[in-house]
């Protein structure tokens, strides 16, 4: 099986991680804790009021994470330590850090990054107090919580696990495993556990094989402007290959997953780039690449009821 870095493509307009998602299992295994405030005791009062905030890893270096495209092809993904730092730069230079999904599936308000910071040193690090042990290089980060709904009904409860990021990056090369020297022998045992993880929950099986093609006609009308206009024009330093993919599928009738599908809602969030003429930047030529408004909100839909299901 293949192992892919990727990487971040500067000269891509969407380039970066410009979302933080609060996901029930997140890809890297690592679980975000809550931070309470201690009792203290003033003149006239007891306090003992949750501060809403959460710690957690964005961003493991060098931790492979399984990945199948609709083509059924499986492969792993990592990110290296350079790569890691360079996102969590962009992601504040963007202005990103009130940006936050739902299990990637819906935008949601009231969740804030208020702190940032990659590893250095483990044994001295912030993240030791709270017993999360994560590998030198790894992007932390504390949300605060300004959403009571998100807090007392998947937070509190322990619903929601982990973070998850939102993204857009570029393939450096697709390494077999026995070339990665310098972290084969992390990468093989993360391999063997992820598969068996995987493998074992054949529910999840099930469900991630499945695909759909009941998207309207108008969301592959819209692919179709699309890809005639790059055709006449180029692409440019517009979309990625993943976006290229997404016009061609849609244009062609073609079934997709539900994963394809959660990230066809997700694109939600680019919405206010998407009113503009075609050739005027990059927002409204994506837009209409990934179904436009037709597709996107049929994507919402389906989403919510495939996890009704």
């Known amino acids: 099986m293949k192992l892919i870095e990727l990487i971040i493509d500067e000269e891509m307009e969407l380039a970066g991680i410009d979302c933080i998602s609060i996901v029930e299992s997140p890809a890297r295994e690592e679980v975000f804790i809550a931070l309470k405030t201690e009792q203290k005791e003033y003149k006239f009062a007891e306090v003992d009021k949750e501060k809403k905030i959460i710690m957690g890893a964005m961003l493991v270096p060098d931790k492979p994470i399984y990945r199948r495209d609709d083509n059924e092809e499986e492969y792993y993904i990592y990110f290296s330590k350079d790569t890691i730092r360079k996102a969590m730069e962009l992601f504040f230079v963007n202005g990103n850090q009130s940006n936050a999904t739902f299990e990637h599936m819906e935008s949601i308000t009231g969740l804030t990054m208020v702190e940032s910071w990659i590893v250095e040193d483990t044994d001295k690090d912030k993240s030791k107090l709270y017993e999360l042990n994560v590998p030198v290089g790894t992007w932390m980060g504390t949300i605060k919580v300004n959403n009571d709904k998100i807090w007392n009904d998947f937070i509190k409860t322990g619903k929601v696990k982990g973070f998850s990021i939102e993204g857009y990056f570029a393939d450096k090369a697709k390494t077999p495993?026995?070339?990665?020297?310098?972290?084969?022998?992390?990468?093989?045992?993360?391999?063997?556990?992820?598969?068996?993880?995987?493998?074992?929950?054949?529910?999840?099986?099930?469900?991630?094989?499945?695909?759909?093609?009941?998207?309207?006609?108008?969301?592959?009308?819209?692919?179709?402007?699309?890809?005639?206009?790059?055709?006449?024009?180029?692409?440019?330093?517009?979309?990625?290959?993943?976006?290229?993919?997404?016009?061609?599928?849609?244009?062609?009738?073609?079934?997709?997953?539900?994963?394809?599908?959660?990230?066809?809602?997700?694109?939600?969030?680019?919405?206010?780039?998407?009113?503009?003429?075609?050739?005027?930047?990059?927002?409204?030529?994506?837009?209409?690449?990934?179904?436009?408004?037709?597709?996107?909100?049929?994507?919402?839909?389906?989403?919510?009821?495939?996890?009704?299901?």
């Open 177 to 309: 495993l026995s070339k990665v020297d310098e972290t084969e022998e992390e990468i093989l045992a993360g391999l063997e556990l992820l598969s068996i993880r995987y493998h074992i929950q054949d529910f999840e099986k099930k469900t991630l094989l499945e695909t759909y093609n009941d998207y309207p006609k108008e969301a592959s009308e819209n692919a179709k402007i699309a890809l005639r206009y790059a055709e006449e024009n180029g692409w440019g330093s517009c979309g990625t290959p993943v976006g290229k993919q997404r016009a061609n599928q849609l244009a062609n009738g073609e079934n997709i997953s539900e994963e394809t599908i959660s990230r066809m809602a997700s694109f939600k969030r680019h919405k206010q780039n998407s009113q503009k003429e075609l050739g005027d930047g990059c927002g409204r030529l994506m837009w209409l690449a990934w179904g436009g408004d037709a597709g996107i909100e049929w994507a919402s839909n389906k989403l919510k009821q495939i996890r009704n299901e």
